[in-house]
């Protein structure tokens, strides 16, 4: 066609390389935070975090022939660039962005162009599983399947397993890192609530309120800094800073480290467990409830498709526990909320059972995919 022939000239037309010096920790692209707790923030990236996703994959894992990445995630100047089309010329692979993210649409683009390789959000994945039109064989291509941006239970990825007979892949990453900085490997145990091992250029640290290192186990701060030593050696970067907020960015960036606001442990063989946002954390009577850690035992119960768990203000206790629900059937609300209140006073201790209940339809999420916790609050309004 005429693009093939346009392209065939430029090709033969023997122009020199340009010369123009690039900084490679110079400004190149903003990236605002989903905002899911709060107002979005710019974090700006240097044109070294643009390339460094794209080519430290390549590294880690060489593309193989025919590779083919599929993008359906939202495309922000991160999915567009480093994890889109970006990431996949780097590797010298072919990058499909897709037109449809219903499950029917995904699928029916991974068959038709063979995607191998995709990032999807917990939703979508979820949407896969569910839909009685997708099988099997619409998505026999794919080999690497790494759900991501939010909290991906345990009986989602048996679910996935089940239907479509490979594992989805889980991690974890942030905006500020750029992307993610952990994965899931195959050959090394994982646990139903980890996000992965972290990537060969990173260390996660986690510290206490004193920026502390704390031991092996312990919940604290997730906090990111490069490795000193061996050939990825001062390789990752952090971004720049906020736009326009030196306080924000003095508070993320100090001590020579990323402080993600993330609460989480690492435990005995070196696995990233995520706890859920330091902002999130409830504090009930003196005590903390983690909220990821209250979700994960609600999404066990087989009437709950999704939840969100949040603290409300309290007189006497400072905090309660409370809980959205979106339904998995057509059980009665109250019936529902009675036998999840049960369900988890069976497995939990009695402080972190939600004492506030309520059943929604859905919960309201942004362009990412990520629940906003924030416009839940009004559900709770009354009695």
């Known amino acids: 066609g005429g693009c093939d022939g346009e392209w065939g000239v430029l090709l033969g037309a023997g122009l020199p390389a340009p010369t123009v010096e690039v900084d490679p920790q110079a400004p190149a692209a903003i990236a605002y935070t989903s905002g899911t707790t709060g107002r979005p923030k710019g974090a700006v990236h240097s044109q070294h ?5 794209g080519i430290s994959s390549r590294h880690a894992y060489p593309a ?21 089309p970006l990431w996949a010329f780097l590797r010298g692979t072919t990058a499909v962005l897709l037109e449809r993210t219903d499950a029917v649409g995904l699928a029916t683009a991974v068959r038709r162009h063979q995607i191998n390789r995709i990032t999807l959000v917990p939703t979508m994945a979820h949407d896969l599983v569910a839909h009685a039109d997708v099988d099997r064989a619409d998505l026999a291509s794919l080999t ?3 759900i991501g941006a939010g909290h ?28 993610g900085v952990t994965r899931e490997h195959v050959d090394r145990p994982m646990r139903d609530d980890g996000a992965g091992y972290p990537l060969e250029p990173v ?5 206490d ?37 030196g306080t924000a960015t003095a508070e993320t960036l100090r001590g020579g480290m990323l402080h993600t606001g993330d609460l989480g442990l690492l435990d005995e063989h070196g696995q990233l467990v995520i706890r859920g946002r330091r902002t999130e954390m409830i504090l009930r009577g003196g005590a903390n409830v983690y909220p990821v850690e209250v979700e994960r035992v609600l999404l066990e119960h087989p009437g709950v498709e999704e939840v969100a768990v949040l603290g409300l ?28 209140i049960a369900f988890c006073r069976d497995r939990m201790a009695r402080y972190k059972v939600p004492e506030r209940l309520v059943v929604v339809e859905s919960l309201p999420r942004n362009a990412m995919g990520k629940v906003v916790k924030a416009e839940l609050a009004p559900h709770f309004d009354g009695p």
């Open 64 to 84: 193989v022939d025919g590779e083919r990445h599929g993008t359906a995630l939202a495309l922000t100047i991160l999915n567009m660039l480093v994890l889109g």
């Open 152 to 179: 991906t239970p345990a009986a989602l990825r048996n679910a996935w397993l089940a239907k479509f007979g490979t594992r989805a892949l889980v991690g974890y990453g942030l905006t500020e890192a750029p992307t």
């Open 49 to 53: 975090n643009l390339l460094w996703p």
């Open 203 to 207: 260390r996660v640290v986690i510290v």
């Open 144 to 146: 690497q399947t790494i």
């Open 209 to 245: 309120d004193e920026d502390r290192e704390v031991p092996c186990g312990e919940t604290g701060e997730v906090c990111l800094a490069p490795v000193v030593e061996g050939r990825w050696a001062g390789t990752w970067t952090p971004m720049l800073g906020y736009w326009n907020s």
């Open 313 to 340: 203000p309290d007189e006497r206790l400072g905090e309660l526990v409370a809980a959205c629900l979106v339904p998995s059937g057509s059980t009665d609300p109250q019936t529902l909320a009675n036998e999840v």
